[in-house]
């Protein structure tokens, strides 16, 4: 997107308490506004052959006014803005110069609002420091203008964050009347800095604020992670505004981040029956989370299902696959594992091993039958051996794969688990030590003792016991051991 740091607010802030002649300019401007603007959205490409009538009749009226013609230059700068296509961008910031430049000849370089629109001009074509330069001289043509703080402000918030606060101050000084920290935080909101935003918004008078200020404000918090804060403003705001579908939408997420999960489904349910409501995917997300921390998991399996209904994602599937989970519908569970598997693309070690521990949780279902049971363990099994395929010198997914085996061959009889722990000790011994070091050998060196115990190899289970004993002196079966002849 071109030049988004430096976004303009448009024609309506030009003037304060403008006399009556002022207020015909102002009207005016915002008629042709409006004419360019639906020119626009029927047939972008020739508006200025569509609308060539309507702008005689403005220039016959307003050729020598330098507030109009700076006016009729925005309207075409807007335009440029609007538009993603370099050709159609750079034809209506051509047109905007050309208003730009009458605007300063007809002011005699003392139109505020010429020196505006040249900045806006440069700023738009990403070129910062001259706006800069411009956005100065309109402070100098009339300090009482905010925009021009404002925007020189805007331009040095990442070259120079001292330079822009003092530029605001300087503003305060010049109009202490003014709703600096709010107009700020417009501007930063405007411009994707939505941590600017918050930061001015905190500063402003709450009570001052706009409808819309106050939703900028709780969006600008929440995508901060300021989530205790963006919850109290859209409190607020829903005192001031309750059918604001915004701030209900502000007041569900937050309130869901906050836990509080019965609010937060008062506020969805009231959000989602709003009549401007367009319902998005990640609504129904946050709804399914809503639900999953209510424990309410069909409502959740319904939540996450209707997202998917709107757009299918990776993390829908995710989330629906542990919501089935959680609901003991394991063979739905697996199946949305691998549907979301196949939609991700490309399977990593956590979405085998989250697998696996759908596996397990089959597994220690009380539920379950006996055959079940083992035939979830060895997939669970399986899924941590393909990690290992992965990820051969981590030695966490060896231990898991040995304790799956112990699961399976709990007498050591069978030796299921041996060849996992000669890997994982070969790992310890031989790489960098790691905090679970410890467990790994307690773990391994009881299995060797009683694998060589159940081969009636007592020479070879004693060395095992008395590896062990030297870690953990009470084990009993390592004692037995030991006293074997």
């Known amino acids: 997107m071109k030049a988004i740091k430096y976004l303009f607010i448009g024609a309506m802030m030009l003037g304060f308490a403008a006399p009556a002649a002022a207020q015909n300019v102002e009207q005016d401007v ?148 003014y709703p600096v920290d709010a107009v700020a935080a417009h501007f930063f909101y405007q411009a994707d800095q939505t941590d600017k935003a918050f930061e001015h918004y905190s500063k402003a008078n709450i009570g001052a604020l706009t409808e819309d200020e106050i939703k900028e404000f709780a969006l600008s918090g929440y995508m901060e992670g300021k989530n205790e804060k963006a919850l109290e403003v859209a409190k607020y705001g829903l005192g001031k505004f309750p059918n604001n579908s915004v701030l209900n939408r502000m007041a569900f997420y ?94 990593k070690a956590e979405d ?17 039958e006996e055959g079940a049971k083992k035939d979830a363990i060895r997939k669970a099994e399986q899924m941590y051996a393909k990690i290992t395929e992965m990820s051969p010198e981590t030695k966490f997914y060896w231990y898991k794969r040995a304790q799956m085996n112990m699961q399976l061959d709990p007498e050591c009889k069978e030796g299921l688990a041996k060849a996992s722990y000669d890997k994982l000790m070969e790992l310890v011994n031989t790489g960098e030590e790691s905090a679970n070091d410890q467990v790994y050998k307690r773990r391994a060196y009881r299995f060797y003792a009683i694998y060589y115990y159940q081969k009636k190899d007592i020479a070879s289970a004693k060395p095992w016991a008395e590896k062990l004993l030297a870690i953990d002196p009470s084990d009993a079966a390592c004692q037995q051991i030991m006293k074997m002849k």
């Open 352 to 368: 085998y091993e989250a697998l696996a521990d759908i596996y397990t949780t089959i597994a220690a279902d009380e539920a379950t």
């Open 30 to 177: 915002a008629n042709i506004s409006k004419v360019l603007t639906d020119a626009y959205l029927k047939d972008s490409v020739n508006v200025i052959i569509n609308t060539k009538d309507q702008v005689k009749a403005f220039m016959k009226e307003y050729k020598k006014n330098a507030e109009g013609l700076a006016g009729l230059g925005r309207a075409y700068l807007d335009l440029a803005w609007r538009t993603k296509t370099p050709e159609l961008n750079q034809k209506y910031a051509a047109e905007a110069q050309n208003y730009a430049t009458q605007a300063l000849t007809r002011g005699k370089n003392k139109c505020v609002d010429a020196f505006l629109l040249q900045g806006d001009i440069y700023a738009f074509n990403d070129d910062g420091g001259t706006a800069a330069t411009w956005y100065q001289q309109a402070q100098s043509i009339d300090p009482k203008e905010p925009l021009g703080f404002i925007k020189y402000a805007r331009v040095y918030r990442k070259i120079s964050p001292e330079v822009s606060a003092q530029t605001l101050d300087k503003l305060r000084a010049e109009r202490p009347d």
């Open 254 to 347: 937050n309130s869901l981040v906050a836990k509080d999960y019965d609010g937060a489904l008062e506020f969805a349910n009231k959000y989602l029956s709003l009549p401007d409501v367009t319902k998005t995917a990640y609504d129904f997300i946050q709804l399914g989370h809503v639900y999953m921390g209510k424990q309410q998991y069909d409502e959740a399996v319904n939540s996450f299902e209707q997202s998917i209904q709107l757009r299918e994602s990776k993390d829908a599937l995710k989330y629906l696959s542990n919501a089935y989970t959680k609901k003991g519908d394991y063979a739905k569970a697996i199946e949305t594992f691998e549907r979301y598997m196949t939609v991700a693309g490309s399977s």
